[in-house]
C-alpha cells in the first residue's frame, strides 16, 4: 500500500485527455490533474508517491512536447502509471516510450491503460468515449492498483525502436473573419503560431493536436476542407470497428 499520495499529471490539447485524468481524480478522490499541455511546471516526488501520467497518442507515439515537459518532473524513486488515450486507431510504441521517458526522469513504472476518447481530427472515431463501459473498466483497474501491497515494475507494450512517427499532415489555420487576439498561438503546445499572424502556422512545429481549432474564443480556426475531407478519408480505413480499453498492472 502506497504511504505517500497521488498526483495526476496530463497533456490535453483538445480535452479527451482531460476527462479521463479527471475520471481518475474523482475516482481516488485526489486533487484535480495538473495541465502540462502548454507549459511544465517544476516538480518533485518522493518513492511514497504514486504519479499518473494521461497523454495522447499520436501516429502511435507521445507527443514530442513530452520531452520538455518531463524535464521540469523529477521522479526520485516515486511509481508512475501510464494511462494512453487514443481516438480508437492503436496505442502502438507509445507506451513502452513514455515508460522510457519516465525511467529517465526516476520513476518506477508500476502499470499503465489504454483509454479511448474522441479523435481529435475527426471526433466520429471514439465519439461517446470514454462510455460507462469504459468508465467502469478503469475504475476496476485503479481499485486493483490501490488495493495491491506492493506495486512491482511492469513492462509496458511496444518496440524498440519505436515505429518512425507518420502523423496525418493536418495543419489548422485562421479564417478571414480571425479577430487576431492571439488566444491560438498562446495555447499551442509547439509554438507553431505565429501570434502576429495566425493565419500561418509552421509546419515543422505543428503536430496536428488540433489544441488551436478547440481554443479559438470565436471559432475561427479550422483545418481547411479539403485537408479535413482527406484526413477524415484515411481515418477510416484505420479506426473502424470499436476498440477496448487495456491494462497492464
Not at 18 to 26: H, R
Not at 97 to 103: G, Q, T
Not at 192 to 209: E, L, Y
Request: aromatic share 8%.
Amino acid at each position: 500500500m502506497l504511504s505517500g499520495s497521488e498526483t495526476i499529471i496530463c497533456f490535453s490539447p483538445t480535452g479527451g485527455v482531460e476527462k479521463v485524468a479527471q475520471l481518475i481524480a474523482n475516482k481516488l478522490k485526489v486533487a484535480a490533474p495538473y495541465d502540462y499541455t502548454t507549459r511544465g511546471y517544476e516538480v518533485s516526488f518522493s518513492s511514497d508517491d504514486l504519479v499518473f501520467f494521461c497523454f495522447p497518442v499520436y501516429g502511435g507515439r507521445i507527443p514530442t512536447p513530452m520531452y520538455d515537459r518531463m524535464n521540469y518532473v523529477h521522479g526520485n524513486g516515486a511509481k508512475a502509471v501510464l494511462v494512453a488515450v487514443y481516438g480508437n486507431r492503436a496505442v502502438e510504441d507509445a507506451l513502452l516510450e513514455m515508460s522510457d521517458l519516465c525511467l529517465n526522469r526516476g520513476f518506477k513504472v508500476v502499470g499503465g491503460a489504454e483509454m479511448i476518447a474522441p479523435h481529435s481530427i475527426d471526433k466520429r472515431f471514439g465519439a461517446g468515449r470514454p462510455d460507462a463501459s469504459d468508465i467502469a473498466a478503469l475504475n476496476k483497474f485503479l481499485a486493483s492498483l490501490m488495493a495491491k501491497q506492493e506495486l512491482t515494475p511492469v513492462a509496458m507494450p511496444g518496440k524498440r525502436p519505436y515505429k518512425e512517427y507518420k502523423g496525418i499532415p493536418v495543419y489548422p489555420t485562421s479564417s478571414s473573419k480571425c479577430s487576431g487576439c492571439g488566444t491560438c498561438a498562446q495555447e499551442c503546445p509547439t509554438e507553431a503560431i505565429d501570434p502576429g499572424d495566425p493565419q500561418h502556422t509552421d509546419k515543422s512545429k505543428c503536430i496536428s493536436c488540433m489544441r488551436c481549432v478547440s481554443m479559438c474564443p470565436f471559432s475561427q480556426r479550422r483545418v481547411p476542407k479539403a485537408m479535413q475531407l482527406a484526413a477524415s478519408a484515411a481515418l477510416i480505413k484505420m479506426c473502424a470497428g470499436r476498440k477496448e480499453p487495456k491494462f497492464y498492472l
